[in-house]
Structures are given as structure tokens and as C-alpha cells.
């Protein structure tokens, strides 16, 4: 086991040793091992020590994520890198080195190893900066990536029966880790990144939602070529958030990819690393609301290795360790690597670590055209993989997930994960409609509605009532087990129409009825002359433990209808991204 140096500096478990300079495509490939230079050399100047060495993975480990054909292939090629191409290896983009396995197994090694440390306790975060080859498939290399050490360690913790968000801010779709765990309701996997459309691997678009009981878990934002910092950051703070509330993960991956950065030479988006500074510590905050700070962070992939690959390592850690990032970057480190950077075409080391708006580039009206598109992007995604009454209370101000900083105790799990309440023999909830004011001395059972927090879910629910929602409840003495939701009335006249939100039951409460009752009264108590419109999508499930997307859909077909709902195809707006999805009318009264 290799050794968690006790000599680590306090701050997140920094992954790095002699073995991380191995993966090497050569000299003229632009993933570079040259990037550890200065960038391990502008950890050490923040403050950062490395703790883990990390040590090639064993066999049995790989064989989590990649079949037993491709590992033994990964060898026969390291061994003898003029075989004739196959499995992705020997071509152009992934081209076979002596010693290959050897190199790509350490990686995997060092974001094993570093999950297990924080599994054991023994660091409540850690940062892998070599680490995130998120493209490698089970038996395919793909995109520079040999074995995917991200999707290993993600495995390592559903090993452990612990639930992980993956967020991937690397401008390459996350395709790898979300292949791996497409079927894993277990695993939310959220990829912001350029179109597929403009740049590898052509996938990533909104549409893919995930299969079967996980349908609902991938969640993707593709953004336009020119992509700045509002709309990127936009995206992260709508989606990261919120989706971590909905799922409540026990622990939070992350891949912080540099080549987002406006001066990236293989990508087209212009984010800046003041932007990425940001989304890190929105990613640290998370890991502390949801999942008693248990974090691990990779560095991804970024082609401008000297001006800004050692800048995203640098302040990815800074997030981890609640330091405020210094003004300057230090002369020394700026004299020490100048001269190597012009060499390899960077030249001119940058004196801050935050950039400039828009990287010191001019604003062009292309670009402020490709921010408005991205934004159009973002509410697509929203209107998909958020529950309706998640997103309805947002828009409403009904309720926000904005998680705070802090330090939660090491090992600790700050997510509710309190017991339903069980049912008693022969005794059935009552429904009834709930008034502004009733929550106060109630308190509703997990997993009844979203969000995941029940806490939250009152709180939102209270807020809701307060701004004219109707909610009918079903009740076991003080506890709501289960809650139907329609929100304010909006148009006038013929146009007047209320929204269904949500319809919900906790786990030990399902099959016996409560949903149609509640519904029933939902639509008998509808005020005369409103119309009572549903759309029901992949979004709306138990986080938890889903059962398959048409066995969703289909319930809820049957529950519209039986309330009297025409139920009928969504508009091709909502379709085009949620092939499962139905709408629904009840007409007024």
C-alpha cells in the first residue's frame, strides 16, 4: 500500500511522485509530461507537499472499469509498441511507448490510492493532478487516455455502497466515465464542455440522459465555441449545485481540465482561470454539504502547459484548502520556467494567478453571440435533468441549494439520510390540503419529494404554500409522507392554468394509493375556469434507488390518466432532449 506521507502539508492530499512523469506520448504529443514542472513547482509555492506517490494499479484493480482483453492488450503493446494498432492504441492520438502499462497503471494507482484515503479517513480531500484521463473505454483508448482512473476510483467508492457525483469541467465531453456508469443509478455523472458538434469525441449533448433505472444520471451541457466565463460559470452554478441536491452523493470526483482556458490551443471556449478558481471551490462546498468533505479532484487535460496548466492545478488546490489565492504569482517561479515556456511556444509567465476578464482578449459580437446560444443551451439542460418543482422553486426564489464553504469533521457524512416512517397495520395516512403556515410544526419523511434534503423539502414546500402553490399532503400523525404540488395560478381568463410539480411518497408508503388520492384531491379543489397542465420527465424519480425510466413514465401515464388528465406527446422542445417524456391536460371546470 503506498504510503500517505503524515509530512503533508494541511490542505488537500497532493498525488504526485517520480512514476507521474512516465506516461509519456513523446516529445511532439500535447499531453506533456513537461506540465509537472511548473506545475508541481507553483503547488509547492502555495503551500502544497505531495503525500502520495502513486504506484502502477494492479490488474485486478483495472478490472473494475476495462475488460480483461484490453488490459492484456495495454501490455503486449508496451511491450512492443510497433504492433499494428488496435483497441485505440497505435494510432495518432494514443500512440503506443515502452512501458505503457506500467505508466497509464500508475496513474489509475494514484486516484485508487487517493480515493482509499479518503475512504479510510485519512484525508478528507485529495487532488490528483496527473490524474482525469476521462475518455478511456472499457476496451478502448481514447483521447490520450489508456485506463480511466477517474471512472476506477468512482468504482472503488460504489464498491464501498457510497453514491458519487462525477463533475467534469474539462472542454471534452467526460464520455468514458459516463459509458462506464451509464447503467449505475448509483453514480450522477454532470459533463459541461464544447459541443460535440465542433470538438472530440462528438458526444455529450442533452439527450443523453442514461439507461434504464439510471436514466436521469448523465448530465450533459454542450456550449458553443467562443464560450466565456458568464455562460460557463452560469452552467456550473445552475446545474453542480442543484443537481447535488436532488442526488445528495456520498462522495464528489471531479476533473478540473485547464483546456477550457481561452489560450488553450485545442478548444475554442474562452474561460479564464479566475472562472475555474470559482467553479473549484463551488465543487469544494458541495463536497462539504453533501458528502462530509470526501472529495477527490484530477487534473484533466490543458495543452498551454506552462501559462496555464500550473495556474488551474494551483488554485483547484487553494479551493480544497479554504486559502485565499495570493495576488501575484511568484517571481521566482516566473524567471524559473519563462525560457522553457517560450521554447515550447507559451511565452510570457503570467504574473497573477486570476486572469483578466475574458483573458485580456476583446469581447467580440461573435463571441456575446455564442454566450446567448450557451445560455439557450443551459435552459434546455435544466428544463431535462432538474425535477420540475427543483427548478420551479429556483425560478420562483422559493428555495436555492447555494451550499456555504466550510469544514465538515473528517469522515463525517453531513447528507440526511434519516429513516422514513414506517407504516402501522391498518393505519392509513390522511389527505389532506395543506395551509400556509402548517409546515412550521411538521416535518416531511426523506425521499418523499425533491430536493434530497427533507429539511430542504420543507422548507421549500412552506415557501411554496406562501406564494400560492396548492399542496395536498398525505399524513401520518405530524409527518408527511407524501405531497402533491401545483403551482400559482398564471394567465387570466381562458388562458388561466395551474402547473402540476411534483406528486410524491416516501419509500414505505408506496403501493398503497396515496399518490391517485392525492392527485384526486389536487383536482378536485382546483379553482373554476384553471386549467391544470403536467409534463413528466427523466428527472422525476427517486434518487435513491429509481426503478427504469418506463416503468416511471408508465406509472405516471396511469396516475394522469386516472385523475382525469388527456395525457399527450411533450411539445418537440422538450422531446428532442427527453425521449421519455409526456405532457398532460385536465381541462377547467
Not at 452552467?235 to 476533473?255: I, K, M
Not at 483573458?359 to 432538474?386: I, K, Y
Not at 434534503?453 to 407524501?482: F, I, K, N, Q, W
Request: proline fraction near 9%; aromatic fraction near 6%.
Amino acid at each position: 500500500m503506498p504510503d500517505v506521507s503524515s509530512s503533508s502539508t494541511p490542505g488537500p492530499l497532493l498525488v504526485f511522485g517520480p512514476r507521474s512523469l512516465a506516461y509519456d506520448f513523446g516529445p511532439q504529443h500535447p499531453l506533456t509530461p513537461l506540465r509537472f514542472g511548473p506545475g508541481i513547482d507553483l503547488l509547492q509555492a502555495v503551500g502544497a507537499r505531495p503525500g502520495l506517490a502513486p504506484t502502477p494499479a494492479a490488474d485486478e484493480a483495472l478490472l473494475r472499469v476495462h475488460l480483461p482483453a484490453y488490459v492484456e492488450a495495454v501490455k503486449a503493446f508496451s511491450a512492443d509498441p510497433r504492433r499494428p494498432g488496435a483497441m485505440g492504441i497505435g494510432l495518432s492520438d494514443n500512440p503506443a511507448f515502452p512501458g505503457m502499462h506500467e505508466a497509464a497503471a500508475v496513474v489509475a494507482g494514484g486516484s485508487l490510492e487517493a480515493m482509499k484515503a479518503i475512504l479510510r479517513g485519512e484525508a478528507d480531500h485529495a487532488f490528483h493532478p496527473g490524474g482525469g484521463l476521462h475518455h478511456a473505454m472499457a476496451s478502448k483508448a481514447w483521447g490520450f487516455c489508456i485506463y480511466n482512473d477517474v471512472a476506477l476510483a468512482v468504482a472503488r467508492a460504489r464498491a464501498d455502497g457510497l453514491r458519487v457525483l462525477y463533475v467534469d469541467l474539462d472542454v471534452h465531453h467526460g464520455d468514458g466515465v459516463q459509458s462506464a456508469f451509464l447503467r449505475d443509478p448509483g453514480v450522477l455523472t454532470v459533463s459541461i464542455h464544447e459541443s460535440g458538434r465542433y470538438l472530440f469525441p462528438q458526444t455529450g449533448f442533452i439527450d443523453e440522459l442514461g439507461e434504464g433505472s439510471a436514466a436521469g444520471t448523465s448530465v450533459n451541457l454542450p456550449l458553443e465555441p467562443s464560450t466565456g466565463d458568464g455562460a460557463w460559470l452560469a452552467a456550473v452554478r445552475s446545474l453542480v449545485p442543484a443537481l447535488a441536491a436532488v442526488f445528495g452523493p456520498d462522495v464528489v470526483v471531479s476533473q478540473h481540465g485547464a483546456d477550457s482556458h481561452a489560450w488553450d490551443p485545442l478548444a475554442h471556449l474562452r474561460v479564464t482561470t479566475t472562472a475555474m478558481g470559482e467553479a473549484a471551490r463551488l465543487v469544494d462546498a458541495v463536497a462539504h454539504r453533501w458528502a462530509g468533505g470526501r472529495w477527490l479532484a484530477t487534473g484533466g487535460g490543458g495543452y498551454d502547459a506552462y501559462r496555464v496548466v500550473p495556474r488551474a492545478w494551483a488554485l483547484t488546490w487553494l479551493a480544497g484548502a479554504h486559502r485565499d489565492v495570493p495576488d501575484e504569482t511568484p517571481a521566482g517561479w516566473r524567471a524559473r520556467w519563462g525560457a522553457a515556456a517560450g521554447h515550447f511556444g507559451m511565452p510570457g509567465m503570467p504574473p497573477a494567478f486570476l486572469d483578466a476578464p475574458n483573458a485580456g482578449m476583446p469581447v467580440s459580437g461573435a463571441q456575446e453571440a455564442a454566450g446567448e446560444r450557451s445560455m439557450a443551451m443551459l435552459a434546455r439542460a435544466r428544463a431535462t435533468v432538474l425535477p420540475r418543482l427543483v427548478r420551479e422553486a429556483e425560478d420562483r426564489g422559493w428555495w436555492r441549494p447555494g451550499p456555504a464553504v466550510g469544514v465538515a469533521p473528517r469522515g463525517a457524512s453531513v447528507a440526511p439520510r434519516g429513516a422514513s416512517v414506517e407504516p402501522e397495520p391498518g393505519r392509513t395516512p390522511a389527505i389532506r390540503r395543506l395551509a400556509a403556515g402548517d409546515l412550521d410544526r411538521l416535518r416531511v419523511a426523506p425521499r418523499t419529494v425533491s430536493p434530497f434534503d427533507p429539511d430542504d423539502a420543507r422548507s421549500l414546500l412552506a415557501a411554496a404554500l406562501a406564494d400560492g402553490a396548492r399542496v395536498v399532503a398525505a399524513m401520518a400523525g405530524e409527518v408527511v409522507v407524501g405531497t402533491a404540488v401545483v403551482s400559482p395560478v398564471t394567465g387570466r381568463g381562458e388562458g388561466a392554468v395551474e402547473s402540476l410539480l411534483a406528486v410524491g411518497v416516501a419509500p414505505d408508503w408506496r403501493g398503497a394509493g396515496l399518490a391517485s388520492a392525492m392527485l384526486r384531491a389536487l383536482v378536485e379543489s382546483r379553482p373554476a375556469g384553471v386549467a391544470l397542465e403536467a409534463e413528466i420527465g427523466t428527472a422525476e424519480r427517486d434518487a435513491v434507488d429509481p426503478v427504469p425510466v418506463e416503468t416511471r413514465m408508465a406509472v405516471a401515464r396511469r396516475l394522469l390518466e386516472g385523475a382525469g388528465f388527456v395525457v399527450r406527446a411533450p411539445s418537440p422542445d422538450i422531446s428532442r432532449d427527453d425521449r421519455f417524456a409526456i405532457a398532460a391536460r385536465l381541462a377547467p371546470r
